[in-house]
Structures are given as C-alpha cells and as structure tokens.
C-alpha cells in the first residue's frame, strides 16, 4: 500500500477555522495552535484549502499570486512553520492546486489584457465587433461565461466568476508556469495537491454549446483528450520526482471518467473527487426539502467502489452541505447520525477526507436572510433568479437550501465568544448551536461524535479488511446501505440504517462497532434509528 492509501485526511478552510490576531478571520497561525488536536484525533495528512495571494472574491479560488500567502491568512514564514510543525506530528500538507483560472488581478491577466510579450495569448479572448457575447456558454456559478475588457476591448472567458478567468492552455508557456508553481510548493515539503476542477482545463473548441439547462458548452470541455494530456505532463515532468499524490476535483465526472483519470498505467491522478453521490439530491432535495433517496445513495455509492481500484471518499467539503442535514436527521438524532456518516466515510475502500468540523458534527447554517450570505455562488444566483422575478421567499428557501456558506461557518471550538473562533466579529456568523455542539464539549466526552471519529480512525488504521479489502454492496432499501468488506477470507459487514425507525436486515453477527452507547454484542437483525453497526 502506499502511504496515501492508509491516510485520514483533513480539509481546512483556512478563513473558517481559528482567528489568532482578531481580524475576524481565520489564520496559519490558527492552524498550527490546532495541530495537537488534529494528530489527536488520527489525522494524517492536511488538505488546505487555498491560502494563496487573493482578492477572494470567490476566498481564495481567485489566485493572484501562486507564491505568496494571502496576508490576511499570515505570511511565507507562517506557512515554513506549519509545514515543519505538522511535520513533527506526522502529519502532511497538501495545497489547492488552482490551475483552471486565475484572479483577474493576476499579474498574468493584467499583461494579457494590455497584450504584453507572452502574455497576450495567456487567457481565452475573443474580440466581438457587434459586441455580441462570444458564444451562449454559461459558468458555473449560473451567469454568462464571457466578461468584456474595457482595456484590451475583448471579451474574456470564465467558467466561474467573471473575476476568475480562464487560462488558455493551447499556449505552451501556461503549463509551463503551472510546472513551476507546482516544484516551488513541493520543495518546500508539501505532499501532493487537491487539484481543483482540473477536468476541465482544455476548451475543444469555442462554439455554441447543446441547448441545455445547466451549464451550456460542457461538451467542449469536459473530460476531453487535451486535459489528460495535460495531467499526464503535470505528472510525467513534475509529480514523478516527488513522493507526492494527487486528488483530482473532477466535476460532472463519469464512472469512466474516473478510471482514465485515475488508472495507475495512465500516470494521471492518484484518486479524485466523484460527484455523482452527492449529487443524488440535486435540485429538488436540496432546494425543496425532498427526503434524499438512500437506495440511490447507495447503488451510486456501490457503482464508484466497484468500479476503481482506489479512491477519494468525502461527503463534506467548502462546497457541499453538512452531512448531518443532509443525510441525517440534525434535530433528533444528531449524536447518531453523525456517527452514522463517520462509520460511512471511514469503511468504505479508498482515502478518506473528512471536512473541519464534520467531526463534531457541525450542521447547515441557521441564517435568517441573504445579508448574511458571503459566498459568491449564492450571490449570483441570488441575482439570477431576481431577474427570472422568482419571490424573495422562494429565493430565499432554495439558497439556504443549496449556499456553500452552510459548510463555511466558522469552527465551533467552545461555548464562549463567537464559539472560540475569534474575539471579533467573524467574516461568516457562528452557527447558533455553538453552546451544545462544539470541539471543548466534545473532547473529553466519551460518547461524543468527535471521540467516535477518533476512534474509528484508529480502527480503520489497525484494519488490514477495511484498508485493502473489497467491497461488496449486500441490501440497498429506500432506508438501509448494508456492505461487506473482503479480505483474505475475512469479512466485515457495516449495516446503515439512515431513518428515524427501525429496520430489519439480513445480516447478523457480532458487534464490533456500533454508534449507541450500549455495548450489546449480538446482532440479530434489527437496526435501530440511525444505528450504524459493524459486524464480524
Ligand atoms: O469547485 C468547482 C465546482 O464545481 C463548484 O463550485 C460547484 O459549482 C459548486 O460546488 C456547486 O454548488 C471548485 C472549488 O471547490 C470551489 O470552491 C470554487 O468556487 C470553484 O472550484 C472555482 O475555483
Ligand atoms: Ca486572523
């Protein structure tokens, strides 16, 4: 196995997690005060989120400098001391690896637009006589994809906000510079990289995308030839000289999709990050509250186990809902179902990566309006619908239901000031459920969330069934995921119960694990509400 495989990893968004100087924002320095409590929990390995140079405007998916931290998070030193302290505690870093756009502010954008030397060709333009936009391609956040430049009187593509702009990689010189971003980060020590959208990177073509009602002009650049190109370069001229990994965010990935990414023989990424499973409750759940379909859930879930040898397996990150408001249920069962995800998330095969605060079980946000939604995405769409005339209650009911901010609270350390994170006001609220559910309650609370993923973690470590066993999908209900790990003529079953009564399965055996306190040791077929059980 390689040391990637046997990881825990760890995401950190860095603004979110500890204010160390009061600005309200979250630091380096508040990351380094945290890492005893990281090592202690089992964590192995940091994914940080980006803390480069940045105008955050979409927080810090907006680069404008590849080599310099964003001072509001510290300085380069600050960065030197995390590396080395996480270093002491075993622990790894790895760094969001932004190369499909950069900021607008980018010194790169700012030569391009004035056409200097090299950097003419750097980004996607496109002049327009009429001014009529380039193409009818839309971004990712639900606007038109194009911006005009009132200095270089073009047009400019961007797939996601119009201050991210998309790099041009028909130029030769782009890959370059991504090469040399890429070995300054690893000889500094860093340990491989969470490539954001990078199946994305190469546009086929410019024309008219298919009619469509979300993201109109994929086909030109989804998953195409020229992408794994690319990464089979990143990998071949850069990655291979260093005992690094790669975790591909790969949007709108296919099942095949992930096997060319991630096929050892094609040397392109080492695992990525599917959607498909997190996308079963596109739309109507999350915007309406639709219960989420669990045997969907669960065959989507089977399909991506069975079908790569290894892979990434999250349910929370920046981007996503909580888990617990998601698949669980936050107001009665929230102990549970927390545990219930952790069981999930630290069984399945391939490299688990839990988000801050999914540990102790952080939940959606509480928020009352759109005055205290920050996150860019939200914002836009916000404005979209405005303009479709859709009523500010509705509007309201699916951006709460969908907003990014709901993973972005900040960290609930204690039941003190702003939950601990800062002694001024944050950049984002505090979740009002601070007082019962934080990091200090939690950490010497035996039947916490928390103690269950630190002990679960370290199962997962002492198991040879659960690191490289198969997987084998047993009972998919509208209510239960029951699956079996294989290895070497020894099995476990983990039996899920993802409702609020009981349920009958097939599978019996002995209690290894289960997320009720009782230590009841024969299972005889009944799972109770949210119970999570693993059998031998
Ligand atoms: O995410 C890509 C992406 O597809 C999401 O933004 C997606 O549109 C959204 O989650 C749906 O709700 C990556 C980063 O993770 C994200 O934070 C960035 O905003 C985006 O790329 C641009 O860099
Ligand atoms: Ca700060």
Excluded at 35 to 58: A, H, M, R
Excluded at 165 to 175: M, S
Excluded at 358 to 366: I, K, R, S, V
Aim: charged share 25%; glycine share 6%.
């Amino acid at each position: 196995m390689k040391w990637w495989q046997e990881s825990v990893v760890y995401q950190i968004y860095t603004r979110s997690f500890q204010d160390t100087n009061n600005d309200g924002i979250g630091d380096i320095p508040g990351i380094i005060m945290h890492l005893d409590n990281l090592q202690d929990l089992g964590v192995t390995v940091i994914w940080l989120s980006p803390v480069y140079q940045s105008p955050n405007e979409d927080n810090g998916y907006d680069i404008s400098d590849y080599r310099r931290i964003n001072s509001e998070y510290g300085t380069m030193a600050d960065m030197d001391q995390l590396i080395i302290e996480a270093d002491r505690r075993g622990i790894k870093i790895i760094m969001d690896l932004v190369i499909n756009h950069t900021s607008t502010e980018h010194e790169w954008f700012q030569k391009s637009r004035n056409r200097i030397g090299k950097y003419e060709d750097y980004y996607i333009w496109k002049a327009s006589p009429n001014k009529e936009l380039p193409n009818n391609w839309t971004s990712f956040f639900g606007e038109k994809s194009w911006s005009y430049d009132h200095v270089r009187e073009e047009y400019y593509l961007h797939l996601f906000a119009k201050e991210q702009a998309d790099l041009n990689y028909h130029h030769k010189d782009v890959l370059d510079e991504v090469k040399d971003i890429m070995r300054f980060w690893l000889d500094k020590g860093i340990a491989g990289f969470r490539c954001d959208v990078i199946n994305i990177l190469y546009k086929n073509s410019l024309e008219d995308g298919k009619k469509s009602l979300i993201l109109i002009g994929a086909e030109h650049y989804l998953n195409n030839n020229g992408t794994h190109k690319i990464i089979r370069e990143l990998h071949s001229d850069v990655l291979d000289d260093y005992d690094c990994f790669t975790v591909g965010e790969t949007v709108f990935a296919t099942l095949q999709d992930g096997k060319d990414l991630t096929d050892s023989n094609r040397k392109e990424l080492n695992m990525i990050f599917a959607f498909e499973h997190v996308e079963v409750d596109q739309f109507m759940v999350k915007w309406f509250k639709k219960p989420i379909s669990i045997s969907k859930l669960g065959r989507v879930l089977s399909k991506w186990q069975l079908g790569l040898e290894w892979n990434a397996n999250y349910f929370e990150c920046h981007d996503q809902l909580r888990a617990i408001s998601r698949y669980g249920d936050a107001d009665q069962y929230h102990n549970q179902s927390g545990k219930l995800m952790a069981t999930l998330l630290l069984t399945l095969k391939g490299t688990p990566f839990i988000f801050q605060g999914q540990e102790l079980g952080m939940t959606n946000f509480d928020y009352k309006s759109m005055e205290d939604i920050e996150d860019v995405e939200s914002r836009n769409i916000n404005q979209l619908l405005t303009d479709y005339h859709v009523p500010k209650s509705l509007r309201w009911k699916m951006i709460k239901a969908s907003s990014r901010d709901n993973a972005r609270t900040p960290m609930q350390w204690n039941d003190g000031i702003n939950a601990g994170f800062s002694m001024s006001q944050p950049w984002l609220k505090v979740n009002s459920n601070y007082k019962t559910i934080n990091m200090e309650e939690q950490l010497n609370n035996t039947s916490s969330i928390r103690s269950y993923y630190k002990e679960l973690i370290e199962f997962r470590k002492q198991s040879e069934i659960i690191l490289k066993g198969d997987f084998r999908p047993k009972q998919i209900t509208k209510h239960v995921f029951v699956y079996e790990r294989r290895y070497c003529g020894q099995k476990l079953t983990i039996a899920l119960n993802f409702s609020n009564k009981t349920r009958k399965i097939e599978s019996r055996g002995l209690i290894i694990k289960t997320n009720y306190n009782e230590s009841y040791r024969l299972f005889e077929g009944e799972l109770k509400a949210y119970e999570a059980v693993i059998l031998e």
